[in-house]
């Protein structure tokens, strides 16, 4: 679940990698406009013969949240914002989490999946952070501290890897975790669009508030 | 003779003096649940019981939130705090946390049994046959955002079956995650931590409350020097029941110095000596004491409730001095033996229709009214001792000559009824109150909601309703219990209970709940669940999801499932220490017995009708079963109070007959009436401490009506100057009460202060009746 809130704050470019110094590669989004996207998603599981793509389109309304569209293998709507998480498969919804929900679940996906722990300003803490590039073409490598790795339980530090790159936007996120799972993320045909946001939009994130 | 018993009366009193010195000495245990005045009613000695310890047990938790807007300070503030807290030992930390550790143990505890535990969205899907839909819900969430489920899970259940499980687990305080070790939360910038425990002491003990204080309010204090920006809520009875004793005790002393000084200004300007007034502060003092150390006596514990009506008995013993030096003012009377014969008919009467008033409150059922009856009892009889058998022996004054203006002035209500000139004003104003009283009495409601009576300060209130925003629930004192044969049998009787509990929060009428079952399903249940997983699910599409997934046909033997049931024996007996599951200790009480704590329950009653259906579910709500004995004995209370009239006219009929008697009952029923009226017009909601206090109303009022009726014409002015004074008094001590925070304390002022206004008003009106029979020796009075 932390994994949906990191990758929610990259990509609306935040300076949430918890530096300044790696925050001047990335311009934060004006409250009010809206970042359109494109992506791809490879799962690359272990024991899986094959990895799980899925693609499909984002949009990043500052201040308001982010709808996360798969478009193929099917159809699939998560939209998320401040009251929580709702996902909709073929115009059934399937999940519903309201935020209040969300730390103990949060908390239960680390166990379950174990994305990474600790909150994202102690990122620095857990992570050797790495930038290079300039500010049109940057990159960013996490890996975990030393004495994180040392650590007996895997469990406690899942990610063995985390490589971020982008220009203007985010670009990619590579995530590497220590059983060999992987998941990469291209971020393509990335704008900002001055205009509002569609009805259609507009009520799927307010409809994801109400309950 | 009568010097032999004023000696001997002296002895008793400087033996009640020592025994109360002894007591106090020897260290005074007051007693402040406002609760334990009334009985505990309930339906068997073994309900009785657990009803009892549960309440008790919820009555003992306390929960603070420390909040910084720096996290870190939070939680320094937080350490220090719980530190102290723990040396003390006044309290259990509890810790429902969870964190990494019992995460983990939760899942192993659980994944096992993955084949026999369904959230009720899958579990309803599937009983629908509506297997595919929980076959795309995964794969939705495998593809998705939020694809979190790492490969040896996807592997081990394809369809996510767990994760909805645990997902939708009602975890208590699932608001709040761990963070360094503290159960967190953020809320407008602030961060706040949750310290949680069970007090070791009685919350409703003051010296308990004394110790907690003494440790908590220091640290907080030092604490705030250091951050200013910290803050910390409270919540938990002993706040509310330190809050509640606070106020009593402060009131005692403010409404109690007030109505001394008022009293004593008042004695002094009307008779400029000192000796009337240090007379009756001294039989106000023997009165209190006698009844203070009498009462330690009979009860093992008394109520601070009862000191605060003790100060109200000031109002009362002082009636009978104030009478007797009243006399002063009558020239015709210098002799103190004289005096005393003078009024002895009008006290001896008063005395008995009071102490008839006050013996009816010991028939009210309840324990600390007793302790109040008798507290009266004892004092007023003590103080009524004090002016026969010593203010003639004390008293040292001539008559007094400066009364004229005040003598005059005193008359005015006795003017007021009889002199022609004032008969249309009498009849406008009798007309015009009585159109007004209608009113009064048509808007008059009952209202016995205990809950009204909890005059909490709004900071207190303040402090629940952050606290409640913040974590999303607040320890409430309403719950159920599930009684089975066994553990299996009370869980099927809970998940029986679950739909009718989800219907009853779609409507609104509850928040939430906790069962063991939403945890721990029945073995049955667990059964059904496998046999729905692997027929409607497993059979017709697990080769075609495995296939979706790209996931070989056969998964790895190592996290084969378990084929029994998870047992509750198996999550219980884990390590104390590492419970996956702590709370679900709290929930099971014994073998087959459970408790279900409710949230936010509305109608109580209309949860019952809806479980009524399922046996052994039994629904407590402590807060309405005292609601309903307070209407109880509202309605008891105003038997009383017939009761006590018809004890009086007894002795009213034998002393003036029948017409006599009525007039002298007159006008403390109207007094009675009317502030009844008052209480209607006012729009407040009529308790059982307004009847309470129409009962002292009618017996003051009986006093003064008969003061009233003793009185020869000449000493009218003398007799309503002596009625003026008590009356005066009385309000200074009882309707002062108006002014308490209390609630209850201030329905009964209330009453006391618009009810003796009224007696005081008609008392003139009883001077009509005739005396019939005499009491013993003394003559018609004056």
Wanted: aromatic fraction near 8%; charged fraction near 15%.
């Amino acid at each position: 679940m932390k994994q949906w809130v990191v990758l929610c704050l990259l990509c609306m470019l935040g300076v949430t990698t918890a530096s300044a110094d790696d925050a001047q590669f990335v311009t934060p989004l004006k409250p009010g406009s809206v970042l359109r996207g494109h992506f791809t998603q490879e799962r690359s599981l272990q024991g899986f013969q094959a990895p799980l793509k899925s693609e499909g389109s984002f949009v990043v309304a500052e201040g308001k949240g982010v709808i996360w569209k798969v478009e193929r293998p099917f159809a699939t709507t998560t939209v998320i914002t401040p009251a929580g998480l709702v996902q909709n498969a073929q115009g059934t919804e399937t999940l519903r989490l309201p935020a209040s929900r969300i730390p103990f679940i949060a908390k239960l996906y680390d166990m379950l999946s174990g994305t990474m722990t600790g909150e994202l300003s102690g990122l620095k803490q857990q992570f050797d952070v790495k930038t290079a590039g300039t500010a049109g073409d940057w990159s960013l490598q996490l890996t975990p501290k030393s004495d994180q790795t040392e650590s007996s339980d895997p469990q406690n530090m899942p990610i063995r890897q985390l490589d971020i790159a982008g220009g203007q936007y985010v670009t990619s996120v590579d995530i590497q975790r220590q059983n060999g799972d992987r998941d990469l993320l291209t971020f393509t045909d990335q704008a900002i669009d001055a205009a509002a946001l569609s009805a259609d939009e507009q009520a799927l994130l307010t409809g994801a508030k109400s309950e | 003779m009568r010097r032999l018993l004023a000696a001997g009366w002296l002895i008793v009193l400087i033996l009640l003096a020592v025994h109360l010195v002894w007591r106090v000495m020897t260290g005074v245990n007051f007693s402040t649940d406002f609760l334990a005045l009334l009985p505990r009613e309930a339906d068997t000695p073994l309900m009785e019981r657990i009803n009892k310890d549960v309440t008790d047990h919820f009555a003992r938790r306390m929960v603070l939130l420390v909040g910084d807007r720096d996290p870190a300070k939070a939680r320094a503030a937080a350490r220090e705090i719980g530190d102290r807290l723990d040396q003390s030992n006044l309290l259990t930390v509890t810790s429902n946390a969870y964190g990494g550790e019992r995460l983990k143990q939760l899942g192993a505890l659980y994944f096992p049994y993955r084949r026999n535990l369904l959230s009720d969205q899958d579990r309803n899907l599937l009983l629908a046959g509506r297997g595919e839909d929980v076959a795309r819900n995964a794969l939705a969430q495998i593809y998705g955002f939020a694809a979190v489920a790492d490969s040896r899970l996807i592997a081990s259940d394809p369809f996510l079956l767990l994760q909805s499980y645990l997902t939708h687990l009602p975890v208590p305080l699932s608001r709040l995650s761990l963070q360094d070790g503290f159960l967190t939360t953020q809320d407008n910038g602030v961060t706040w931590i949750l310290l949680g425990g069970t007090i070791k002491g009685a919350p409703f003990a003051l010296d308990f409350q004394k110790q907690l204080f003494a440790v908590l309010d220091p640290a907080i204090a030092q604490l705030q020097q250091q951050s200013p920006d910290l803050q910390v809520r409270r919540l938990g009875a002993v706040f509310f029941a330190a809050a509640g004793s606070q106020i009593a005790l402060q009131e005692t002393s403010t409404l109690g110095t007030l109505s001394t000084i008022g009293s004593a200004l008042l004695l002094l300007l009307v008779f400029r000596r000192l000796a009337p007034l240090w007379q009756n502060l001294l039989v106000i003092g023997i009165g209190a004491g006698a009844a203070l150390s009498l009462s330690m006596l009979l009860f093992e514990q008394l109520h601070v409730a009862v000191l605060l009506f003790g100060v109200s008995l000031i109002g009362i013993a002082v009636d009978y001095g104030m009478y007797y030096y009243s006399c002063l003012f009558d020239p015709a009377l210098s002799d103190p033996r004289q005096r005393l014969r003078s009024i002895s008919a009008g006290i001896g009467l008063g005395y008995i229709t009071t102490v008839l008033g006050y013996a009816v409150l010991i028939l009210a059922p309840f324990p600390g009214l007793r302790q109040v009856a008798i507290f009266s009892l004892i004092g007023l009889s003590a103080a009524f001792i004090s002016v026969v058998l010593w203010f003639p022996i004390l008293d040292r004054n001539a008559p007094l000559r400066h009364g004229h203006m005040l003598l005059q002035a005193a008359t005015v209500p006795w003017d007021f009824w009889e002199r022609p000139l004032w008969r249309r004003w009498r009849y406008g104003l009798i007309t015009g109150f009585a159109l007004i009283g209608l009113v009064g009495l048509w808007r008059l409601q009952a209202d016995d909601d205990v809950r009204h009576l909890q005059s909490l300060s709004g900071d207190i209130l303040q402090q629940q309703a952050d606290i409640q925003r913040i974590i999303g629930t607040v320890n409430s004192n309403q719950f159920m219990l599930v009684q089975g044969d066994n553990d299996e049998e009370a869980l099927q009787r809970e998940e029986a209970l679950a739909p009718i509990l989800a219907q009853q929060i779609k409507d609104h009428n509850l928040t939430g709940y906790q069962t063991v079952a939403a945890f721990l399903p029945s073995t049955k249940r667990q059964r059904e669940n496998r046999a729905l997983i692997s027929e409607k699910l497993e059979q017709p599409y697990l080769a075609q999801q495995r296939q979706q997934l790209g996931l070989p046909a056969q998964s790895a033997d190592q996290d084969a499932p378990a084929d029994d049931a998870l047992s509750l024996q198996q999550a219980l007996s884990a390590d104390p220490a590492n419970q996956p599951l702590p709370f679900l200790r709290e929930l099971v009480l014994s073998p087959g017995l459970h408790l279900v704590p409710l949230d936010g329950l509305n109608d109580p009653a209309a949860l019952r009708a809806a479980v009524a259906g399922i046996p052994g579910v039994h629904v407590i709500d402590p807060t309405g079963d005292y609601t309903a004995l307070f209407g109880k004995y509202r309605h008891r209370a105003i038997w009383l109070i017939g009761l006590s009239i018809a004890l009086m006219m007894v002795v009213l009929i034998w002393r003036y007959g029948w017409q006599g008697a009525v007039r002298v009952k007159a006008p403390s029923v109207t007094a009675i009436i009317g502030a009844t009226a008052c209480i209607g017009l006012l729009g407040q909601g009529f308790t059982f401490f307004h009847v309470m206090a129409l009962i002292l109303v009618q017996s003051i009022g009986v006093d003064y009506a008969v003061f009233c009726a003793e009185c020869a014409h000449d000493k009218r002015p003398i007799t309503m100057l002596g009625i003026w004074l008590s009356a005066l008094c009385t309000i200074l001590s009882f309707g002062l009460l108006a002014f308490s925070q209390v609630t209850a304390v201030h329905a009964f002022g209330l009453t006391m202060l618009v009810g003796i206004v009224f007696a005081f008003l008609l008392a003139p009106l009883a001077g009509g009746a005739k005396v019939k029979r005499r009491l013993g020796s003394a003559g018609p009075a004056c």
